[in-house]
């Protein structure tokens, strides 16, 4: 079964920091990117950043300067690093991969994470 885990989420202080963390399991032969999305009570679910196999990067302008997404292949796992967190990035943080094959042939899965919860307050 493949299936994507997230962990790191929690309770910060504006200011703080947290690290969140994503694995891809399973059987897995390629995966095109991973990325982060995060989705605020009464708001629509929005792209935070974006990573491609070759480690090319994409944020939402409004994480800029202060968020940075990394990428392990070999492990098949996402990071975010989020600084200088705000209340407004409070939000369910949910980790995605795209175009995910489990062989040469095989058809293309996208993979959604359960989410975990990132609360900004004092």
């Known amino acids: 079964q493949v299936q994507l885990v997230e962990s790191g989420g929690g309770l910060v202080q504006p200011g703080g920091s947290l690290r969140l963390s994503c694995a891809a399991s399973g059987n897995i032969f390629s995966i095109n990117a991973m990325g982060w999305y995060r989705q605020a009570p009464g708001k629509q679910r929005e792209l935070v950043a974006t990573v491609t196999s070759g480690h090319s990067t994409n944020y939402a302008d409004s994480v800029k300067g202060r968020f940075t997404a990394s990428r392990d292949n070999a492990k098949n796992t996402v990071y975010l690093q989020m600084n200088s967190l705000k209340p407004e990035d409070t939000a369910v943080y949910y980790c995605?991969?795209?175009?995910?094959?489990?062989?040469?042939?095989?058809?293309?899965?996208?993979?959604w994470g359960q989410g975990t919860l990132v609360t900004v307050s004092s």
């Open positions: 995605n991969a795209d175009q995910v094959r489990v062989s040469f042939r095989s058809r293309y899965l996208e993979l």
